[in-house]
């Protein structure tokens, strides 16, 4: 029988390239949601923050995808708090009551962007959030680590770099934790896939680029993902389209979300 992944903001960027992906692969039976319902794109209407409706959809589901997000993230009293700090609650609860396996949250490289771009900052390293964005973030990832300890709900967070759909990435920064739409696919496939002794884990998610601010050759033994682009391929499109790329690494690996 095929696993069912549910999976939250399937009408974004990150959310509908893994959707139409994810059905491609066809080795699963896949519930797409959002806010709105998109019945052209097979998407029903499922907002985070409704309680009941995230219990009664994730019945039967054995891996979640939480992407779901509203945006504004410096609002943090109007929008990351009641929404996305209250929507990601609202998932792992429903998780717990019926017994989903696994849930895969898309978190963010800004859970650690005070560290400065020459230091190699690993997942277990401790949070430097440069953001209210990443400050949520890093509360949502320790969200899943008390449902994995308290309720043995598998948790992954990939913490992605950049994924600008089908536009090239604009920056030097940009180019450095860029991740591909099959790569990104790829990752998540291996996030569902990855062995049951898993019950917690937080990992980069960025193609091999040139430049890479992390080391994230182990996943390939850890849960089998192996990127196969780099973000130099795009290099000559990116210019033509933005002209010479802006470096606004400064010295820190959040770039200007640390001057927000
Ligand atoms: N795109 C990137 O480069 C990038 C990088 C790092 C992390 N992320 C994370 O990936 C996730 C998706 O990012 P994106 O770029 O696709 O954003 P996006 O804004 O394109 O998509 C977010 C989706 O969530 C939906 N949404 C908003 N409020 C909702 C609610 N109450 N209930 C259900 N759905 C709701 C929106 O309608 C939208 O379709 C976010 O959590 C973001 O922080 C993205």
Redesign the pocket.
Same mark, same amino acid.
């Given at each position: 029988m095929k696993k069912k992944v549910l999976i939250?903001?399937a009408? &974004?960027?990150?959310?509908w390239s893994l959707t139409h992906r994810l059905r491609e692969a066809g080795q699963y039976e896949i519930i797409a949601?959002? *806010? /709105?319902e998109d019945e052209a794109r097979g998407i029903q209407a *499922?907002?985070?923050?409704d309680a009941a409706a995230v219990r009664e959809a994730v019945r039967q589901v054995d891996t979640l995808l939480h $992407?779901?997000? +509203? /945006?504004d993230n410096e609002d943090f009293l109007g929008k990351v708090l009641p $929404?996305n700090v209250t &929507?990601a609650y609202h998932i792992y609860e429903a998780a717990r009551e019926c017994g989903v396996r696994r849930v895969v949250f +898309?978190?963010?490289?800004h859970a650690t962007g005070y560290y400065s771009t020459d230091e190699q900052v690993e997942p277990e390293d401790p949070y430097r959030p440069d953001s209210f964005y990443g400050l949520s973030?890093c509360y949502i990832e320790l969200l899943g680590r008390l449902y994995a300890d308290k309720h043995g709900i598998s948790s992954i967070n990939v913490r992605?770099?950049?994924?600008?759909g089908d536009r090239p990435p604009d920056s030097q920064r940009a180019m450095k934790i860029w991740i591909s739409e099959r790569d990104l696919a790829a990752l998540f496939i291996c996030c569902i896939e990855a062995d049951a002794s898993i019950d917690f884990l937080s990992l980069y998610g960025t193609s091999a680029n040139a430049g890479n601010y992390y080391d994230i050759g182990y996943l390939k033994d850890l849960i089998g993902y192996e990127p196969q682009d780099d973000a130099e391929q795009l290099r000559h499109q990116a210019e033509q389209q933005y002209g010479e790329l802006k470096d606004d690494e400064l010295p820190l690996q959040g770039g200007g979300f640390t001057r927000r």
């Open positions: 939250t903001g009408s &974004g960027t990150v959310g949601t959002d *806010l /709105e *499922l907002d985070m923050t $992407i779901g997000w +509203a /945006e $929404i &929507g +898309a978190s963010s490289n973030k992605i770099g950049n994924y600008p």
